[in-house]
């Protein structure tokens, strides 16, 4: 493993976090009593445990977390653990263990390249066209690409715009000239970008 945990939200700090990539760590994204988090088209990969809603701390309120278009896979332990007097909302998220929520799915994300770090999405992942275009989901994916509706794949994401994709990555298949007669899981070279990306919004933080 290379990291403990790729990003730790502290106590009583209120966060936006979107276009976040988490892989090969002990805890892809973690948070603690009394912080406030809303994710939103992040990958988590190969961890021990991939998001974990920590239970709260005597004397202080518990942690609140509201996921969208989140992926999280291949993790050792669990994809998803809620502590005890904790608090996660799901919605449109592709998760490891089946998990309740509006538009979740549980099925392999189809990344091109897990194990060199490249989480693009391979043509026909149950990720295209399946997220939510509500708050707080982001216009552009992490490489600044707009949202693309792939016309192989019918919308069932939720929102006004129905075409979002789970995950940091926006698959792109169609925009790059790649015809359909071409597209077959795992035979495609996608383009690999630098992974070293973090969107936060930090409104609060207290110690």
Known sequence: ??????????????????????????????????????????????????????PPYPEFPPPVVNAMNVVAWNCVNASVLVGTGSFLTATYCDFQEPFAGEGNISADPLFAAPASADFHLLPFSPCIDSGSSDWPAPGEDIEGNSRIDDPEVPNTGGGVIKHYDMGAFEYLAGLLGIPPEARSAGTLALRILPVSYTHLRAHETND
């Open 1 to 54: 493993m290379a990291a403990v945990c790729s990003f730790s939200f502290a106590k009583e700090s209120v966060v936006e976090a979107f276009n976040n990539i988490a892989y090969d760590c002990l805890i892809g994204i973690s948070t603690q009593s009394g912080a406030q988090v809303d994710l939103a088209n992040c990958t988590i990969n190969d961890c021990n445990y991939g998001l974990r809603v920590l």
